[in-house]
């Protein structure tokens, strides 16, 4: 490893954006393709590698896939202990994951058990004292319509107030296209009167100006994506100030974006545009499965892409703290770790006592 990768696998990282099938990584999937030869399903058909582009539609056609091959509590538990094992590897040292609850008839899988099965993998984590802390944000597909979203945030509720705090907030994702988040609004409202945090993905496609303007007067508590947001890319000035005036976080994911077609190019992605408003932006991996990727990969293509010292990247990861949706103590320990790292990850002389 050059200098540089291991400046970036070395620095201490939060991960606030993985949807946990999404982020299955190429050992895990043989091990998952092997447990059922059946499917006849080839890693071609679970990734997008390098230089690979899909479009949105298409990347919501490898997740059918993906989850044909996970639908048994077995496979949930080793997907998500493998996903946490390797975050952790990657120096992330807090993890959100997100994830649907999904039912599966032929293996008994219910939401219920899906969602304590999550919680199990990371408590696991946590015994075999793992570096990372984990929590973890129950997920909505926006195609699932009201009364999924609804029963949904019941769950979520539920396991908010058992599980020790490690379920901290809902998701809405979901293929962007389909749906409207106006239905959902109940929901949501829901979901945050009882203290659940609120994570949305927002204009992550062109033309939703008008759900987006809604569902920020909830207001969310953290924007994943928000491509379309602000004026450039078709949004507007009202939009962008919405989520400035409520200092809004965004979550931003290079690799998916730019593989998924939504963004152009890596100089164009809407990070430079938030990272010169000083908005708080930050750096995530989205899919890091299918997008063939992990977070210091990311970190290290924002900085050569937007010319970003070491410094600058150190300040964006250390940021990315007050953005978590764990408790005020954990965030505390979180700093203080930081503070810890600094000297030897930044190669700081050290300060005489
Ligand atoms: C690429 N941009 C994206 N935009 C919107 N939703 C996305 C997404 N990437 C992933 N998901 C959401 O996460 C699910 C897979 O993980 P889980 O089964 O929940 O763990 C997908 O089915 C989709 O609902
Ligand atoms: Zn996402």
Not at 193 to 219: A, R, W
Request: aromatic share 6%; charged share 25%.
């Amino acid at each position: 490893m050059d200098e540089d990768a291991r400046f970036y696998r070395e620095l201490p990282k939060v991960e606030l954006h993985a949807h946990l099938n999404g982020s299955v990584s190429f050992v895990t999937m043989e091990k998952l393709i092997k447990r059922k030869p059946h499917l006849n399903i080839e890693h071609s058909m679970t990734a997008i590698g390098k230089g690979q582009r899909r479009t949105l539609d298409e990347c919501f056609e490898v997740f059918k896939v993906i989850h044909k091959l996970v639908d048994t509590e077995e496979d949930i538990l080793m997907v998500a202990t493998d996903v946490i094992r390797e975050f952790a590897a990657d120096g992330v040292k807090y993890l959100e994951l997100r994830s649907t609850p999904r039912e599966e008839k032929d293996t008994r899988l219910t939401k219920q058990s899906y969602v304590e099965t999550a919680i199990k993998a990371i408590q696991q984590c946590k015994s075999e004292g793992l570096d990372i802390d984990v929590r973890f944000l129950v997920a909505i597909d926006r195609r699932n319509g009201t009364e999924v979203a609804m029963e949904t945030v019941k769950l979520a509720e539920e396991f908010m107030l058992s599980s020790g705090g490690l379920v901290v907030g809902i998701d809405l994702s979901g293929d962007p296209t389909v749906g409207h988040g106006k239905y959902l609004l109940p929901a949501l409202e829901k979901a945050k009167n009882c203290g659940l945090k609120l994570s949305l993905h927002l204009s992550e496609v062109p033309s939703q100006l008008e759900e987006s303007d809604l569902l920020l007067n909830l207001p969310p508590d953290r924007i994943g994506h928000g491509t379309f947001l602000h004026p450039e890319m078709g949004g507007s000035q009202h939009l962008v100030d919405k989520v400035v005036k409520n200092n809004i976080p965004l979550e931003l994911c290079l690799t998916s974006n730019v593989k998924g077609q939504t963004v152009p190019s890596y100089s164009q992605h809407h990070f430079r545009y938030w990272y010169q408003l000083g908005h708080p932006s930050v750096i995530c991996t989205d899919d890091k499965g299918v997008f063939c990727t992990d977070l210091s990969q990311e970190y290290q293509l924002a900085a050569s892409t937007f010319d970003l010292g070491h410094e600058a990247v150190w300040k964006l990861s250390q940021q990315a703290i007050d953005c978590i949706f764990a408790e005020e103590a954990l965030k505390e320990q979180l700093k203080q770790k930081w503070n810890e790292l600094q000297p030897q990850v930044l190669n700081l002389p050290v300060q005489q006592v």
